[in-house]
């Protein structure tokens, strides 16, 4: 199973949280071209590896975090709560 | 009672006798017992029938690699089939018996099978796939239809219960700071070490008593190192299995509370399923002998060595009096010892040429000796040998009893889960664990050490290891070598028998041959993986425990490979099996999923609501008077509310409170309709797109002041949206200063719909002269107080097309606006209406919800194209006319009428050409209602190029499911009221 070390909660079973998406992604502005938002949405990399993406602790904090995480070995190298400012003070929490 | 028990053996209860049922006869046993002691001791040999050729088969082992004694526990609603006798403890009253077996394993009509076994061979159930030669060579299954009954009728193990489960299971959770699984000399001193290093140890065995292969030394008492362990400190859990370990060191165990018991518990789960959170884990979960292949190697009586120790000195059972021992190795040596010095007549066959002992002369020993066929039909009647060097020419030794050991396994199950490849060590003929980077350790015998005082040994340095974990001292020891006996192990897999079909069994649960494994070779399944699948080997559910290497060795052989080249299969858990009932838990019947009520639940029953499930919530689906069917009450309430007035529970629509200076920024950015000058006290309905411009979701939301908005979300999406909100505040626009929480457990809501909804309201709030047509407009919002004074939110909306409003109060005070609502809604003829009601109206009105919205809709295709602003930017404006979403014939929503009025038509519906029904047809029928106001039925749903397209041509509604058709048109989607007079009046 993999544990998460919430910056807020401590560390939890991941059935807790819900697995977001790619957290490397800069999604465009709203106004931008639907070409710049194809390549947002659409093109993905398949990394084999450290990966950035996100988790939501739905069921604690309902913080939104930045997890890099091995896709071939679950190992899990950092977690940052992905606002800053709330990256900021929990980081001196933990 | 009988000769077979030895006094001064055995770790058994001798003043507790107990009665058991075996095969509709009774036997008695002592406490400490297994079942399958209890029934060797009874000198019952016959326990089992085999898979496919139903030879009779006994007990072959004394643990949880039991391949022969698999047996039905109980009866009626608790029989569990498959049960390993050998791990059965023994209680009174124990109901067991034979499975596989007609009409028992004594005496089997499938016995037959044995004699047709040349039909049998590995893949002889794929090959009937191909069909009967040669009618339907290469073409049908006929065939197979045919034998698909028959083999799964012969071949097979037991049966389940059919009946609901009766007991209960449950789920529980532990951390500790170090986990060690097994309690042999290696994991006893690791945990011991580890605990008085004042760290909290969890210690795992499956067996019932602490020590492992302890428990086959006569002088080894488990009691007493209970007893030790516990007092320093150990947690310690017998019974359990560690069935897996997953990632970031956590394992799964299995825990058998009342399996030994008499009658279950009430008060007691049957087992629990344990989550244990560990921060360092000790495998010392052990080896197990191999037996090897020879012809016959699996009449009853055969066994392997270290189990007849085990029975001789855990129960006081010896299990022959003329026993032959067959081996390559020196682990049978002090077996041979005290299987002798109990009484039994012992002769050792030692393949090898030279070995160093110190048997007496009454200890026959034969070397360069191989075992040959063993003789007998039922039972061991002896066995013939023959020199390593000449084959051909046999001996026969009379016997009652042959024991097998081809060399030990490490168990690297486990560590194999963490996808550690084993590696091959030649020396010692066995996989050890490979290098392994997680806080993982592996002690003892697992770790290929045979001998007591090196595990011992691996224990501490295991033990070091983990305290290595914790940042504490690390002292300079490392492991001791692998392996320890005095004359090394040489190969000995299989001796290969001259007789066809060969009854050399590889894997005795799917009476494996040796034969066919060379078949598969023959046949090209040479990779190891393909051969499992091809001779069901190691697929039992002893999952190979003993018989995978020697599968391995004979393919090495076959291939001309070495083991290592040709690689093992990989072990997946569980390493035992687990019910499916322990996985469930107590998620069963109304516990299956959790259960959502309304805060007017008992209320809505109260007053004769039918209550239905939507998503997990109940919400009244109907309220039926006296012999109303579900058709007569919606079609009742539905032309009530469109006459006078209804009262409707909605308080399962999502809630969420969204604050702070930017929060209508927030709103602007995610709803397609423009957001930015809403005044306060007004609210709007919206839609809200995906990202890729598919809608997501529609709802309301209510500005009710300057920075703050309350806004309403579809029942089923509630939870998305607001996950989507908070992902959007947090990882985009984190900017803004806005905070989102969601409410929809702190409001309670219900609609008042109908003419005279406003005169209902009146008489419910404590000033009437605010609910006016002037003073709460359509979409007006009103933060008031009803007639007690409660505070309460009116919003003027409208779902079913009437003149309607939202009243919206805290949770608690639900009941109360129930009675009040309730109370004057009667005095104009009203009524209360569910979800089939409400339903009704909605696509009367042609609007949309979770049925239509169903993540391939785009807002045009949905009819509400205007609703997009071309003025501003909002989540999926760029990508709502790309490419495909923009094609002229998308599916787009219409009404659907049939032509005869009196035809009625379901959800689902495949609409099509007249002349073309078949595949998706155009379109599809997503919503239907009988409509008291047209007098027929109606339907919404989509129609390839929407209504221009198809007005005025006769469709056919395809019903392919309930082999229906019917003759329907196109209308538009708004059938009553399509311009919204009454929803204004």
């Given at each position: 199973?993999?544990?998460?070390?919430?910056?807020?909660?401590?560390?939890?079973?991941?059935?807790?949280?819900?697995?977001?998406?790619?957290?490397?992604?800069?999604?465009?502005?709203?106004?931008?071209?639907?070409?710049?938002?194809?390549?947002?949405?659409?093109?993905?990399?398949?990394?084999?590896?450290?990966?950035?993406?996100?988790?939501?602790?739905?069921?604690?904090?309902?913080?939104?975090?930045?997890?890099?995480?091995?896709?071939?070995?679950?190992?899990?190298?950092?977690?940052?709560?992905?606002?800053?400012?709330?990256?900021?003070?929990?980081?001196?929490?933990? | 009672?009988?000769?077979?028990?030895?006094?001064?053996?055995?770790?058994?209860?001798?003043?507790?006798?107990?009665?058991?049922?075996?095969?509709?006869?009774?036997?008695?046993?002592?406490?400490?017992?297994?079942?399958?002691?209890?029934?060797?001791?009874?000198?019952?040999?016959?326990?089992?029938?085999?898979?496919?050729?139903?030879?009779?088969?006994?007990?072959?082992?004394?643990?949880?690699?039991?391949?022969?004694?698999?047996?039905?526990?109980?009866?009626?609603?608790?029989?569990?089939?498959?049960?390993?006798?050998?791990?059965?403890?023994?209680?009174?009253?124990?109901?067991?018996?034979?499975?596989?077996?007609?009409?028992?394993?004594?005496?089997?009509?499938?016995?037959?099978?044995?004699?047709?076994?040349?039909?049998?061979?590995?893949?002889?159930?794929?090959?009937?796939?191909?069909?009967?030669?040669?009618?339907?060579?290469?073409?049908?299954?006929?065939?197979?239809?045919?034998?698909?009954?028959?083999?799964?009728?012969?071949?097979?193990?037991?049966?389940?219960?059919?009946?609901?489960?009766?007991?209960?299971?449950?789920?529980?959770?532990?951390?500790?700071?170090?986990?060690?699984?097994?309690?042999?000399?290696?994991?006893?001193?690791?945990?011991?070490?580890?605990?008085?290093?004042?760290?909290?140890?969890?210690?795992?065995?499956?067996?019932?008593?602490?020590?492992?292969?302890?428990?086959?030394?006569?002088?080894?008492?488990?009691?007493?190192?209970?007893?030790?362990?516990?007092?320093?400190?150990?947690?310690?859990?017998?019974?359990?299995?560690?069935?897996?370990?997953?990632?970031?060191?956590?394992?799964?165990?299995?825990?058998?509370?009342?399996?030994?018991?008499?009658?279950?518990?009430?008060?007691?789960?049957?087992?629990?399923?344990?989550?244990?959170?560990?921060?360092?884990?000790?495998?010392?979960?052990?080896?197990?002998?191999?037996?090897?292949?020879?012809?016959?190697?699996?009449?009853?009586?055969?066994?392997?060595?270290?189990?007849?120790?085990?029975?001789?000195?855990?129960?006081?059972?010896?299990?022959?009096?003329?026993?032959?021992?067959?081996?390559?190795?020196?682990?049978?040596?002090?077996?041979?010892?005290?299987?002798?010095?109990?009484?039994?007549?012992?002769?050792?066959?030692?393949?090898?040429?030279?070995?160093?002992?110190?048997?007496?002369?009454?200890?026959?020993?034969?070397?360069?000796?191989?075992?040959?066929?063993?003789?007998?039909?039922?039972?061991?009647?002896?066995?013939?040998?023959?020199?390593?060097?000449?084959?051909?020419?046999?001996?026969?030794?009379?016997?009652?009893?042959?024991?097998?050991?081809?060399?030990?396994?490490?168990?690297?199950?486990?560590v194999s889960h963490r996808g550690i490849k084993p590696t091959w060590n030649q020396e010692n003929l066995c996989f050890i664990p490979g290098e392994i980077k997680e806080n993982i350790s592996v002690v003892g015998s697992a770790k290929g050490i045979?001998?007591?005082?090196?595990?011992?040994?691996?224990?501490?340095?295991?033990?070091?290891?983990?305290?290595?974990?914790?940042?504490?001292?690390?002292?300079?020891?490392?492991?001791?070598?692998?392996?320890?006996?005095?004359?090394?192990?040489?190969?000995?897999?299989?001796?290969?028998?001259?007789?066809?079909?060969?009854?050399?069994?590889?894997?005795?649960?799917?009476?494996?041959?040796?034969?066919?494994?060379?078949?598969?070779?023959?046949?090209?399944?040479?990779?190891?993986?393909?051969?499992?699948?091809?001779?069901?080997?190691?697929?039992?559910?002893?999952?190979?425990?003993?018989?995978?290497?020697?599968?391995?060795?004979?393919?090495?052989?076959?291939?001309?490979?070495?083991?290592?080249?040709?690689?093992?299969?990989?072990?997946?858990?569980?390493?035992?099996?687990?019910?499916?009932?322990?996985?469930?838990?107590?998620?069963?019947?109304?516990?299956?999923?959790?259960?959502?009520?309304?805060?007017?639940?008992?209320?809505?029953?109260?007053?004769?609501?039918?209550?239905?499930?939507?998503?997990?919530?109940?919400?009244?689906?109907?309220?039926?008077?006296?012999?109303?069917?579900?058709?007569?009450?919606?079609?009742?309430?539905?032309?009530?509310?469109?006459?006078?007035?209804?009262?409707?529970?909605?308080?399962?629509?999502?809630?969420?409170?969204?604050?702070?200076?930017?929060?209508?920024?927030?709103?602007?950015?995610?709803?397609?309709?423009?957001?930015?000058?809403?005044?306060?006290?007004?609210?709007?309905?919206?839609?809200?797109?995906?990202?890729?411009?598919?809608?997501?979701?529609?709802?309301?939301?209510?500005?009710?002041?300057?920075?703050?908005?309350?806004?309403?979300?579809?029942?089923?999406?509630?939870?998305?949206?607001?996950?989507?909100?908070?992902?959007?505040?947090?990882?985009?626009?984190?900017?803004?200063?806005?905070?989102?929480?969601?409410?929809?457990?702190?409001?309670?809501?219900?609609?008042?719909?109908?003419?005279?909804?406003?005169?209902?309201?009146?008489?419910?709030?404590?000033?009437?002269?605010?609910?006016?047509?002037?003073?709460?407009?359509?979409?007006?919002?009103?933060?008031?107080?009803?007639?007690?004074?409660?505070?309460?939110?009116?919003?003027?909306?409208?779902?079913?097309?009437?003149?309607?409003?939202?009243?919206?109060?805290?949770?608690?005070?639900?009941?109360?606006?129930?009675?009040?609502?309730?109370?004057?809604?009667?005095?104009?003829?009203?009524?209360?209406?569910?979800?089939?009601?409400?339903?009704?109206?909605?696509?009367?009105?042609?609007?949309?919800?979770?049925?239509?919205?169903?993540?391939?809709?785009?807002?045009?295709?949905?009819?509400?194209?205007?609703?997009?602003?071309t003025k501003k930017s909002y989540i999926g404006s760029a990508m709502r006319k790309r490419g495909v979403l923009s094609a002229d014939d998308r599916d787009m929503l219409v009404g659907f009428f049939p032509i005869n009025e009196k035809e009625t038509?379901?959800?689902?519906?495949?609409?099509?050409?007249?002349?073309?029904?078949?595949?998706?047809?155009?379109?599809?029928?997503?919503?239907?209602?009988?409509?008291?106001?047209?007098?027929?039925?109606?339907?919404?749903?989509?129609?390839?190029?929407?209504?221009?397209?198809?007005?005025?041509?006769?469709?056919?509604?395809?019903?392919?499911?309930?082999?229906?058709?019917?003759?329907?048109?196109?209308?538009?989607?708004?059938?009553?009221?399509?311009?919204?007079?009454?929803?204004?009046?």
């Amino acid at each position: 199973m993999i544990r998460i070390k919430c910056p807020y909660c401590g560390e939890r079973d991941h059935s807790e949280f819900t697995y977001g998406g790619d957290a490397s992604i800069k999604y465009p502005s709203l106004d931008a071209p639907a070409s710049e938002w194809t390549k947002a949405i659409f093109f993905r990399e398949n990394i084999r590896g450290m990966q950035k993406e996100t988790w939501h602790h739905t069921n604690g904090c309902r913080l939104w975090l930045e997890v890099e995480r091995s896709t071939i070995t679950h190992e899990i190298k950092s977690v940052k709560a992905c606002h800053p400012q709330i990256e900021k003070i929990t980081k001196n929490k933990s | 009672m009988t000769s077979l028990r030895k006094e001064n053996y055995g770790k058994i209860n001798r003043e507790k006798v107990l009665g058991f049922n075996w095969d509709n006869k009774e036997y008695f046993g002592y406490e400490g017992d297994s079942l399958a002691s209890a029934l060797l001791a009874n000198d019952v040999r016959i326990v089992g029938r085999s898979f496919k050729y139903h030879r009779p088969r006994g007990v072959m082992s004394c643990g949880v690699e039991e391949s022969g004694a698999l047996v039905t526990v109980g009866s009626g609603s608790r029989r569990d089939p498959n049960v390993r006798a050998t791990t059965q403890e023994l209680y009174s009253g124990l109901n067991a018996s034979g499975q596989n077996a007609f009409p028992n394993v004594n005496f089997d009509f499938g016995g037959v099978n044995n004699y047709l076994s040349r039909f049998f061979a590995a893949g002889f159930y794929y090959k009937t796939f191909m069909g009967l030669p040669p009618f339907e060579w290469g073409k049908g299954t006929g065939i197979w239809m045919v034998f698909e009954k028959i083999i799964r009728k012969a071949a097979g193990m037991g049966k389940a219960s059919r009946e609901p489960d009766p007991d209960s299971y449950e789920h529980a959770n532990d951390f500790c700071d170090v986990l060690v699984i097994g309690s042999g000399p290696a994991g006893i001193a690791a945990a011991q070490e580890i605990a008085n290093n004042k760290l909290d140890v969890i210690l795992i065995e499956q067996d019932s008593l602490l020590g492992g292969n302890s428990l086959s030394q006569k002088d080894f008492d488990p009691y007493l190192l209970n007893t030790q362990l516990k007092s320093s400190g150990i947690r310690v859990m017998p019974r359990t299995t560690v069935f897996g370990i997953y990632d970031n060191t956590v394992v799964g165990a299995l825990e058998r509370v009342t399996d030994h018991m008499p009658t279950p518990h009430s008060n007691l789960p049957r087992q629990r399923f344990w989550t244990i959170r560990a921060k360092h884990i000790i495998v010392a979960s052990g080896a197990l002998e191999r037996h090897i292949a020879f012809n016959n190697n699996d009449l009853p009586g055969a066994m392997t060595v270290n189990a007849s120790k085990h029975y001789l000195n855990r129960y006081g059972v010896l299990t022959g009096n003329n026993i032959v021992i067959s081996t390559n190795n020196d682990s049978v040596y002090q077996t041979a010892k005290e299987l002798h010095e109990a009484g039994s007549k012992v002769t050792i066959l030692d393949s090898r040429e030279n070995v160093n002992h110190d048997l007496s002369k009454d200890i026959d020993l034969h070397l360069n000796t191989l075992p040959f066929s063993i003789n007998g039909r039922k039972k061991i009647d002896g066995i013939d040998v023959c020199k390593t060097t000449d084959l051909s020419n046999k001996n026969t030794i009379i016997c009652d009893q042959v024991l097998m050991s081809g060399g030990w396994s490490p168990i690297v199950n486990l560590v194999s889960h963490r996808g550690i490849k084993p590696t091959w060590n030649q020396e010692n003929l066995c996989f050890i664990p490979g290098e392994i980077k997680e806080n993982i350790s592996v002690v003892g015998s697992a770790k290929g050490i045979w001998d007591e005082k090196n595990c011992i040994e691996s224990g501490f340095v295991g033990a070091n290891e983990a305290m290595n974990t914790f940042g504490m001292h690390k002292k300079e020891i490392s492991f001791p070598s692998v392996g320890g006996w005095s004359n090394p192990i040489e190969p000995l897999f299989e001796v290969k028998s001259n007789k066809f079909p060969s009854k050399s069994f590889v894997d005795f649960q799917h009476d494996v041959t040796a034969e066919d494994v060379r078949l598969a070779h023959r046949e090209g399944f040479i990779s190891v993986e393909h051969l499992k699948r091809y001779t069901t080997l190691g697929m039992a559910n002893d999952q190979g425990k003993m018989g995978n290497i020697i599968g391995l060795s004979l393919m090495a052989e076959q291939l001309d490979k070495t083991i290592p080249q040709v690689g093992t299969t990989v072990f997946r858990p569980p390493y035992t099996p687990v019910p499916i009932g322990a996985l469930t838990g107590r998620n069963v019947g109304k516990h299956f999923r959790p259960l959502r009520v309304t805060p007017m639940h008992q209320w809505n029953i109260d007053h004769g609501a039918k209550m239905i499930e939507v998503g997990l919530y109940q919400r009244p689906w109907y309220y039926p008077k006296k012999n109303e069917t579900l058709s007569d009450s919606y079609i009742r309430e539905t032309t009530i509310v469109r006459k006078t007035v209804g009262i409707c529970d909605v308080t399962s629509l999502g809630k969420i409170a969204i604050q702070g200076p930017d929060a209508t920024e927030l709103v602007n950015r995610i709803y397609t309709n423009p957001f930015a000058k809403l005044p306060i006290g007004k609210a709007r309905y919206g839609i809200m797109l995906r990202d890729d411009g598919i809608v997501m979701d529609d709802g309301t939301s209510w500005r009710l002041g300057e920075n703050e908005y309350f806004m309403t979300t579809s029942t089923a999406a509630a939870a998305k949206v607001m996950s989507w909100l908070e992902e959007l505040l947090q990882t985009r626009w984190t900017d803004l200063k806005v905070n989102v929480t969601s409410v929809s457990e702190q409001w309670a809501g219900a609609a008042i719909a109908g003419p005279k909804s406003r005169d209902v309201l009146n008489e419910c709030v404590f000033d009437p002269s605010e609910i006016t047509n002037d003073n709460l407009p359509f979409m007006g919002v009103l933060q008031t107080k009803l007639k007690d004074g409660t505070p309460c939110r009116v919003v003027r909306i409208s779902f079913s097309g009437e003149l309607a409003y939202e009243m919206y109060i805290e949770s608690d005070y639900a009941h109360g606006m129930m009675d009040l609502l309730w109370e004057s809604a009667q005095k104009y003829d009203g009524c209360l209406y569910g979800l089939e009601a409400l339903g009704a109206l909605r696509v009367e009105k042609g609007h949309v919800t979770a049925a239509e919205l169903d993540g391939r809709v785009t807002i045009d295709d949905a009819g509400l194209g205007k609703m997009a602003s071309t003025k501003k930017s909002y989540i999926g404006s760029a990508m709502r006319k790309r490419g495909v979403l923009s094609a002229d014939d998308r599916d787009m929503l219409v009404g659907f009428f049939p032509i005869n009025e009196k035809e009625t038509f379901n959800a689902g519906t495949i609409v099509c050409e007249k002349n073309n029904i078949k595949g998706q047809g155009v379109g599809r029928i997503t919503s239907v209602t009988h409509s008291p106001e047209l007098g027929h039925w109606i339907g919404i749903g989509f129609v390839k190029g929407g209504l221009e397209k198809w007005k005025d041509i006769t469709l056919i509604g395809a019903d392919p499911v309930r082999n229906k058709q019917m003759e329907i048109k196109v209308v538009s989607p708004h059938m009553i009221d399509p311009e919204g007079k009454r929803m204004y009046a």
